[in-house]
Antibody, heavy 125, light 112 residues
Framework: QVQLVQSGSELKKPGASVKVSCKASGSRFTGYAMNWVRQAPGQGLEWMGWINTNTGNPTYAQGFTGRFVFSLDTSVSTAYLQISSLKAEDTAVYYC??????????????????WGQGTLVTVSS | DIVMTQSPDSLAVSLGERATINCKSSQSVLYSSDNKNYLGWYQQKPGQPPKLLIYWASTRESGVPDRFSGSGSGTDFTLTISSLQAEDVAVYYCQQYFSTYTFGQGTKLEIK
């Protein structure tokens, strides 16, 4: 089972950008989907989308297109979430989670068996 | 999108008693080709990430105590904690992975 370690908390001003990292260890980095999940303060879990660790092809959920970008650096077994033009409503904990098997063509859905510890992004002037 | 609705929103149970959380999906998450329900349960304690408890609706993840069990099929599912322990205080989420992903709104479990 893969272990996921995320970067630390961030405090950003509205309009700025942030890049959250998620480093995988303990298992091979490719072959599965790396998912991103948002949890606003006191709220539930919201799936943002995934990235195919074989191909780097991202899939974004509704509501997470445009300002949100998923990327990979396979040389360091790390996935990234970048959010641009930050708004106060982006304040949340962001989790990476592995789940679903991927081929070179696509990913299948699967349960999330490993989670990062979460990264708190606070957007405030 | 498949909507997941949990009930109740919060629940208070005495130590050693049974806790039951329900989850209903807006459409079936039973895949006919493999006869599996694409439904998982997660536990989230304050300040921690969610932890997988149950997958395929009833398969317990390795290391999860056997007081946790999952049941149901199609659109109606249940997570049962047979004898509540103090460490089980948490928020519990169901998740469907039949068609992308959606989570239930969560059920907060407390000690009575």
């Amino acid at each position: 089972q893969v272990q996921l370690v995320q970067s630390g908390s961030e405090l950003k001003k509205p309009g700025a950008s942030v890049k959250v990292s998620c480093k995988a260890s303990g298992s091979r980095f490719t072959g599965y989907a790396m998912n991103w999940v948002r949890q606003a303060p006191g709220q539930g879990l919201e799936w943002m989308g995934w990235i195919n660790t074989n191909t780097g092809n991202p899939t974004y959920a509704q509501g997470f297109t445009g300002r949100f970008v998923f990327s990979l650096d396979t040389s360091v077994s790390t996935a990234y979430l970048q959010i641009s033009s930050l708004k106060a409503e982006d304040t949340a904990v962001y989790y990476c989670a592995s789940g679903g098997n991927c081929s070179s063509a696509s990913c299948d859905e699967g349960y999330f068996d490993s989670w990062g510890q979460g990264t708190l992004v606070t957007v405030s002037s | 999108d498949i909507v997941m609705t949990q009930s109740p929103d919060s629940l208070a149970v005495s130590l050693g008693e049974r806790a039951t959380i329900n989850c209903k999906s807006s459409q079936s998450v039973l895949y006919s080709s493999d006869n599996k329900n694409y439904l998982g349960w997660y536990q989230q304690k304050p300040g921690q990430p969610p932890k997988l408890l149950i997958y395929w609706a009833s398969t317990r993840e390795s290391g999860v105590p056997d007081r946790f069990s999952g049941s149901g099929s199609g659109t109606d599912f249940t997570l049962t904690i047979s004898s509540l322990q103090a460490e089980d205080v948490a928020v519990y989420y169901c998740q469907q992975y039949f068609s992308t992903y959606t989570f239930g709104q969560g059920t907060k479990l407390e000690i009575k």
